[in-house]
């Protein structure tokens, strides 16, 4: 080769989710690297990926349906340098929250609320709790103290992580009516398991960033149709334009340490039909989560040889499972996003309205002669050994019974079935001493990216996985090509600061 060519620092990101592609997307912007994503799936965006079909076959599905909340400030950041904001992302609009009751509270757009309020009131004034007296809502003050004292420091997430979300509640004095009505729902839909096996920390932290933060954390834009469509596609465009190479339907199946064993310089994988290759690396990125780090911690003795990665062996996912129905009618749907409760034990649940959200013209609705709704359940290992008529039997059942009549009179035409066994991170109680940190303590030029990631940034779900992504790009740059830490690779912008009551309050 010729001598006076630089030669570009060869990094190999393992997954396609938020994580692996950010850092992908932010080393493209710089021609020193040559970066290769890997990918299991046939498509990109990890466990959020579409590329799913109904029954039959006839029409297009993914798994869920995917929100961007008000503190996404690098993600929208993203958006806007694609130019995609205006058309991917749906507007603001209230949420519900039923039970089999029925209608349990409405979720306003806050930031159309005044006046504006400092955070905590402004929830308590202006989130309409149908069942909950101003009594049961009051014995969540207690949780103030908590929610003041935890800042996200490893000295916070110790302190907190050994105790389940649900003991803190019953130790501060929360109601049973205030936490199984309020609270369970919220740990089920945000952090996928009941409160009773989530981490305080993890709850903490997630309900600070996603409903704390200040009046507006909560308002939600949704994709404005498939998530593949119209975020992933033309995000790795931009990437493959600069450079980037995707190797989808590709599985790691191990790797090549240097001599000395202190670094990765080779990645074995498999090809979709039955080859095999080894990817040269300078650098190895793991953008993948929980249940991927633990087969990587079982199945590689070349990792498991290190304590770092025998810890991954404890990691595990909870399953989700993602269902659209078609019906042969419209049916009234008052709100087009909504959080449900009480269906199953342990087990949370969304309902959308698809057309609401996506539009009469949009691919994932076109055709379809009445309404579509995407209906999810969280911690569902239950429901996933169903079959799937017995699945679309009990979603229309579910439906039945939070929509009422004019539900009950139509007819599901197709349906979407997708399981996704151990699909997402699981925060249990003492999850975080075996979670990664940014950068291998035990191998050179190795580092981690995604939501499962230790880091004091803040964020949480897809912006926090994003953001760990910017930040390993920043770290592989100073580590490798020498980069100024005052000069990183690219900017992150933090969640903004807190409000004086709750910064007096730490």
Not at 168 to 176: A, I, P, T
Not at 426 to 450: E, I, K, N, V
């Amino acid at each position: 080769e010729d001598q006076n060519v630089p030669q570009r620092t060869k990094v190999v990101v393992i997954g396609a989710g938020w994580g692996g592609l950010s850092t992908a997307h932010a080393l493209s912007k710089d021609d020193r690297y040559d970066v290769t994503v890997v990918e299991a799936a046939p498509k990109v965006g990890g466990v959020v990926r579409d590329g799913y079909t109904t029954i039959s076959g006839q029409r297009p599905a993914e798994a869920g349906q995917h929100g961007f909340w008000n503190n996404y400030h690098n993600i929208y950041s993203l958006f806007d340098e694609l130019g995609i904001r205006d058309t991917a992302l749906t507007d603001y609009a209230p949420q519900g929250q039923y039970s089999p009751r029925g209608l349990e509270a409405v979720w306003p757009v806050y930031r159309e609320q005044f006046p504006a309020l400092p955070t905590g009131l402004a929830q308590a004034a202006y989130t309409k709790f149908l069942q909950l007296s101003p009594l049961e809502r009051a014995t969540a003050l207690p949780l103030v103290l908590a929610f003041s004292e935890f800042d996200n420091s490893p000295q916070a997430w110790q302190r907190y992580d050994n105790v389940s979300f649900r003991d803190l509640c019953m130790r501060l004095g929360v109601s049973k009516k205030m936490y199984n009505e309020a609270f369970e729902p919220m740990i089920l839909t945000g952090l996928f398991a009941p409160g009773s096996e989530c981490s305080a920390a993890a709850a903490l932290g997630m309900a600070y960033f996603f409903v704390l933060q200040s009046q507006n954390a909560f308002d939600v834009q949704w994709c404005r149709g498939n998530i593949g469509d119209q975020v992933f596609t033309p995000w790795v465009e931009v990437m493959q334009g600069r450079g980037v190479h995707l190797r989808t339907e590709t599985r790691v199946s191990g790797f090549t340490l240097n001599e000395s064993q202190t670094k990765i310089v080779g990645v074995q994988c498999q090809t979709a039909n039955g080859g095999s290759v080894e990817l040269a690396a300078d650098a190895v990125v793991f953008g993948v989560g929980a249940e991927a780090l633990q087969a990587f911690a079982k199945f590689c003795p070349e990792l498991s040889q290190f304590d770092e990665f025998r810890r991954f062996a404890n990691l595990r996912g909870t399953s989700v499972l993602a269902t659209r129905v078609f019906l042969d009618r419209n049916v009234t749907v008052p709100y087009s996003a909504n959080a449900c409760w009480g269906f199953d034990e342990n087990v949370g649940m969304t309902m959308f309205d698809i057309r609401a959200l996506h539009g009469s013209d949009n691919p994932t609705v076109m055709g379809a002669p009445g309404s579509v709704l995407e209906v999810d359940y969280y911690h569902a290992s239950p429901l996933l050994v169903m079959d799937d008529s017995a699945i679309v039997e009990k979603v229309k059942k579910d439906v039945d019974t939070l929509l009422g009549p004019t539900a009950k009179q139509a007819t599901v035409v197709d349906a979407a079935v997708v399981r996704l066994p151990n699909g997402v991170n699981w925060y249990y109680p003492g999850s975080y001493r075996d979670m990664p940190q940014l950068t291998s303590q035990s191998l050179r030029d190795c580092y981690f990216a995604g939501d499962i990631v230790r880091t004091q940034h803040g964020s949480w779900s897809q912006e926090k996985a994003y953001v760990t992504g910017l930040q390993v790009a920043n770290l592989l740059r100073r580590d490798i090509t020498g980069g100024n830490t005052n000069n990183p690779l690219t900017k992150i912008l933090p969640v903004a600061s807190d409000e004086p009551h709750v910064a007096l309050g730490k």
